[in-house]
């Protein structure tokens, strides 16, 4: 019931924007009683706040394959497709909205951490091979992430494998230069 309810919020938000969230609606989608959603979730800011959680957490995997640069590859499409969906670019301009809503703030920040700890098992994981030297995980993935932000966001080129590539390609020669 619970993964009906987040699928069916994270729909609508993406189709009506957080303003235009009704309970009715998502219990509808969902197939379950409007009460269940209410008992789980009686603030709509936590509601959605679980959604966009959920929603974070089946997208963008960072995989282990054993070669680091294609796997930051393989992050970086998999984070601009899914930035780029309706309900990826509904969720981000929620997530804009956070400062000032304490749920949504929260959420942000869960989301941001979690990714962050992915990322710095498969980092770890790149030092111990000595594929990379040690590094700064949060600023690492804030270096790849950032500009996807700003592709998606701008919408003026595509976001193409050609990019992801060169993006990874700058960020890890940057990581190797700067280190003695």
């Known amino acids: 019931m619970r993964s009906q309810i987040l699928a069916a919020t994270t729909e609508l ?3 009506n924007g957080v303003a235009g969230l009704r309970y009715e609606e998502i219990a509808e989608l969902a197939g379950v009683n409007k009460n269940s959603v209410y ?21 963008a995997p960072l995989r282990d394959s054993g070669n680091l640069r294609h796997d930051l590859v393989d992050f970086l499409m998999v984070l601009s497709e899914r930035l780029s969906s309706s309900i990826g670019r509904a969720l981000l301009q929620a997530a804009v909205a956070a400062p000032g809503n304490t749920g949504l703030d929260e959420a942000v920040r869960a989301v941001y951490d979690q990714r962050l700890a992915t990322a710095r ?3 770890d994981s ?3 091979k000595g594929e990379i030297p040690p590094v700064d995980s949060y600023f690492l993935t804030e270096l790849l992430a950032g500009p996807v932000y700003l592709y998606i966001n701008r919408r003026r080129r595509p976001f193409t494998r050609e990019v992801a590539e060169k993006i990874v390609d700058v960020v890890l020669a940057g990581i190797h230069a700067i280190t003695p």
């Open 13 to 15: 938000v993406a189709r």
């Open 39 to 59: 008992r789980n979730w009686p603030d709509r800011a936590e509601l959605v706040s679980a959604a966009l959680l959920q929603y974070a957490e089946d997208s």
């Open 121 to 123: 098992k498969r980092f």
């Open 126 to 128: 790149a030092v111990d």
